[in-house]
């Protein structure tokens, strides 16, 4: 039995509406791998749908101060369509998370994502913005990772060193 995929729609996989399917084939072998659906404008306008309301629900929870919910539904954005531009937001989202809570984690997950829109989207026009960002992201997060490491000594309110 042959395997057919399906259209991965905001977040679920939905059997297509078109009735053509074109073969997977593996290029070393020309074995048939797998069919996918040749998806009419039906089934592509469902998708471009899904990421417009995936992408409305991450704005208003990024505008809202909602970071977790805002790279979920930039996430599903992307699965629904993925264009760079939402790689971009969800690091953003990443970014404001460990600016305001100072977590390295948040910075960290911040530079995988703005990593992979540079990756995707070879023409960015503000590359040279994000490389730099990613500088700054990663430094901040290794400077967090030391303060937590190694905390300055404990001092008495006049600045001199606590005894112990």
Known sequence: MQLVLDNFINGAWVKS???????VTNPATGEVLAKVPLSP?????AAVKAAQAAFSRGETAYLSGKYDDATEAFKQA??????????????????????KGSDPDSYDKAVEYYKRYLTEDKEAADKETVTKTIEILEAEAKRLRDATANPPPATNPDGTPTSV
């Open 78 to 99: 992307y699965a629904s369509r993925p264009m760079p531009q939402f790689l971009y937001n969800i690091a953003a989202a990443f970014h404001l998370k460990g600016k």
């Open 17 to 23: 509406t078109g009735a053509t399917l074109l073969d």
């Open 41 to 45: 404008a039906a089934d592509v306008d």
